[in-house]
């Protein structure tokens, strides 16, 4: 189970650097439409919530993480690929081993870090009501 630990590291780290970019762009980006326009990021989300859209988002991104997670599960398992590697953007990889391994560990740490980043995001915009930049 190890290795499937660490792919869910890995892959909750890539998830969470997206949604640490994706909380900070919302807050100068809106979706079109007068239903959104001056809210706060977290009061988008609780309108989205209750008029139905994010429950799409939730099945299809559901959908989606099952038809690849099973898959997944069982190659890493079985040993027939590495925690997180999808053979996505190889192109940018570093070509030396001991490169490609600092690579990895960075990724690593970025996501832990994106994780307990957006977590401290989301809780200084709840209890403050302000957006980004946190300052106050």
């Known amino acids: 189970m190890v290795p ?8 909750h780290g890539r998830i969470a650097m997206l949604a640490v970019v994706g909380f900070i762009t919302a807050e100068y980006v809106r ?31 559901g959908m989606f993480e099952l038809i690849v997670t099973i898959p997944a599960f069982v190659a890493t398992q079985n040993g027939e ?12 990889a570093p070509k030396d081993p001991e490169k490609f391994k600092l690579k990895q560990i960075a990724e690593l740490k970025n996501g832990r ?22 300052v106050y």
């Not at 690929?81 to 940018?92: E, I, L």
């Not at 994106?114 to 200084?124: D, E, I, K, N, P």
Request: aromatic content about 16%; overall charge negative.
């Open 81 to 92: 690929r590495a925690p997180g590697d999808f053979n996505f953007g190889m192109g940018f």
């Open 31 to 61: 979706i079109p439409g007068d239903m959104y326009q001056g809210m706060s990021v977290v009061e988008a989300h609780n309108a989205l919530l209750k008029n139905g859209p994010m429950y799409q988002l939730l099945f299809w991104i």
């Open 4 to 11: 499937w630990y660490r792919e869910c590291e890995i892959k």
């Open 113 to 134: 870090l994106a994780m307990l980043g957006f977590s401290g995001m989301v809780t200084q915009s709840v209890l403050s009501g302000h957006g980004f930049p946190y």
